[in-house]
């Protein structure tokens, strides 16, 4: 196959971009910065939230391969806290949607869109599935950004018989994900804190979040990419995540653990914008995807540290 992916040089990307490749697919990544973790992705240089207006062969007066067979939509702005305070960072989020979404329009591609457990807004159900999205609790810019694509996404498939699968992540941690300078993830940063022996913050005692370790986040998509481009089956809005909550005291344990050191650990009110609790069923992704998600969160968090280990030594650190 011959994919196309946004945002390519984020972890989500790269982690897919060179699953795929291994399994023999060309991959083509289009993103607004080079791809800090490998050579390996073919990555066109280029800012997706400008407002275009050509998109035949290409998005703006940029030629984009020909015969690809699908898009695979990751570029964002990402980090909800980020957006609560730049809201204009939510815009281009939706911008960037529409312009993937002509190209696919106008090159009759399908698409696959990164969407998020952030559509659900905080609703405390004991477990979250597909239908339980209701725009009315949007609780952030960036929800409300998510909320705007996928709400794109349909209204394509209605107007133009556009095919599609919506995925909705939730808290993906693992490989290529401790570039906290320019991003700042819960995970990765509690790793390289507790490891110098930093105290660390944790933003609400009781929130419970279902963190997905990215060999299952990336494996379901691959499966989702297989599905659309086989004609099989289509329009579908998929949960992927692990299906287990944990908390994130629970989770600092586990780093803690994993490196042998004994976090200390301060713990605030969550904060403006952030969901609070979320465990995603994920039944769906089962039946259509024959996904099945092995890491459960202790593991992957040694898998995790073992990495920004082998990461740290690679670069002579
Ligand atoms: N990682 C998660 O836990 C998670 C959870 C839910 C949803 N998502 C969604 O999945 C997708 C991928 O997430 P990620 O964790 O890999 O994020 P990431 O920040 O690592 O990757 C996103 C990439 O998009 C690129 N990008 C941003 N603005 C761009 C622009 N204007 N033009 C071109 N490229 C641009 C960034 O440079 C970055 O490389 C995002 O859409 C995110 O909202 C991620």
Redesign the pocket.
């Known amino acids: 196959m011959r994919i196309l992916i946004?945002?390519?040089?984020?972890?989500?990307?790269?982690n897919l971009a060179l699953l795929l490749e291994k399994q023999g697919h060309y991959v083509f990544g289009?993103?607004?910065?080079p791809n800090t973790w490998t050579n390996e992705i073919e990555t066109l240089l280029?800012?997706?939230?400008?407002p275009y207006r050509n998109f035949k062969g290409g998005i703006g007066h940029v030629e984009y391969p020909k015969n690809l067979d699908i898009v695979v939509?990751?570029?964002?702005?990402?980090?909800v806290h980020e957006l609560v305070e730049q809201p204009d960072r939510a815009l281009?989020?939706i911008t960037?949607t529409y312009n993937v979404l002509e190209f696919c329009r106008q090159n009759n591609l399908p698409i696959i869109f990164?969407?998020?457990?952030?559509v659900y807004g905080d609703i405390h159900r004991y477990i979250t599935e597909e239908s339980h999205a209701d725009f009315a609790f949007t609780e952030s810019p960036?929800s409300a950004s998510?909320i705007s694509g996928e709400a794109l996404i349909y209204s394509y498939a209605q107007c133009y018989n556009m095919k599609y699968l919506v995925f909705?992540?939730?808290?993906?941690?693992g490989r290529?994900?401790n570039?906290i300078e320019?991003?700042e993830?819960v995970i990765p940063l509690f790793i390289r804190k507790i490891k110098n022996h930093e105290p660390i913050t944790v933003y609400g005692e009781s929130k419970v979040l279902d963190f997905?370790y990215v060999d299952d986040?990336v494996d379901g998509i691959a499966k989702g990419v297989e599905l659309l481009v086989s004609g099989r089956d289509a329009n579908h809005t998929i949960n992927l995540a692990f299906g287990q909550g944990n908390s994130l005291v629970t989770m600092a344990e586990f780093i803690g653990e994993a490196l042998g050191i004994k976090p200390n650990m301060t713990v605030e009110p969550a904060r403006v914008g952030e969901v609070t609790h979320y465990v995603a069923n994920i039944g769906k992704a089962r039946a259509l995807l024959n996904y099945d998600p092995k890491t459960p969160l202790k593991e992957g968090i040694e898998k995790s540290v073992e990495w920004s280990r082998e990461w740290e030594k690679s670069k002579g650190k």
């Open positions: 946004t945002g390519s040089s984020g972890q989500i990307g790269t289009v993103d607004k910065r280029q800012d997706l939230s400008t939509h990751l570029a964002a702005h990402a980090k281009e989020n960037m990164s969407s998020s457990r952030e960036y998510k909705r992540f939730s808290n993906v941690y290529y994900d570039d320019r991003m993830r997905t986040c």
